[in-house]
């Protein structure tokens, strides 16, 4: 069975701090598909981003940035010189690989980040 | 373009009535899901169709759920005899075929008094 763990049931920074977020995974499937979802205030998810299990980079996207290790199952997230948008709740999901068909997400119970001035 | 919407937004409802919640997808999106969010808890999965058709539903709590879609389009969750554990926030999404990148819609809050 898939499992995703977030251990950080809630984590406080001042604007402007380096925050990073957990995401530890397992699965028995060795292709699988990782994400990174934001739900603010409002509720409504944000697709950030979609990692498959044979590219380890590691992927920047302006303040945002991806750790992804295969030895460690886990997948962590990095918002440098964080701001006040970027309060919310972050989930970290896991899919398996079915090219050609849909996948259902198991997510993370999820991190919320309060960033403050 | 438009995103996937559901309605209602919100839906209060005593124990013991059915409810049915909507889901319209992105154009063109061929799968659909289902989820389920309890207060400050992150996302249970309850359905999938591909199509018009509902390759695991592995998720759906009792036989009170149920699912359906119309071909390509619209999918109704319908729940019956409501209990106050099913109060949630149920959201819906859709993705592209082949693609596992899933859109999702806004949710509809199910209060069950």
């Known amino acids: 069975a898939q499992k995703v763990t977030q251990a950080q049931t809630e984590i406080s920074v001042v604007e402007k701090e380096d925050v990073t977020l957990d995401c530890v995974y397992e699965?028995?499937?060795?292709?699988?598909?990782l994400f990174w979802y934001k739900q603010p205030p409002s509720g409504e998810l944000v697709f950030l981003i979609r990692?498959?299990?044979?590219?380890?980079q590691n992927e920047i996207s302006g303040r945002y940035s991806w750790n992804f290790q295969k030895s460690t199952s886990s997948f962590n997230f990095t918002i440098t010189a964080s701001q006040v948008v970027d309060s919310a709740v972050y989930f970290c999901a896991l899919s398996d690989a079915n090219t050609g068909t849909a996948s259902k997400l198991t997510f993370g119970t999820g991190t919320r980040l309060q960033v403050t001035l | 373009g438009a995103g996937v919407s559901q309605s209602p937004s919100n839906k209060v409802t005593e124990k013991g009535k059915d409810v049915e919640l909507r889901c319209d997808p992105i154009s063109g999106h061929t799968a659909l899901y289902w989820y389920r969010q309890r207060l400050g808890q992150g996302l249970e999965f309850l359905i999938y169709?591909?199509?018009?058709?509902?390759?695991?539903k592995s998720g759906l709590p009792s036989d009170r759920f149920s699912a359906e879609r119309t071909g390509e389009s619209v999918s109704t969750l319908t729940i019956q005899r409501t209990q106050q554990e099913d109060s949630a926030v149920y959201l819906c999404a859709s993705s592209l075929e082949g693609y596992n990148e899933q859109f999702f819609g806004p949710g509809t809050r199910l209060t069950v008094l």
């Open positions: 169709f591909q199509g018009n058709s509902a390759p695991d």
């Open positions: 990692r498959n299990s044979f590219d380890e």
């Open positions: 699965t028995r499937d060795t292709t699988y598909y």
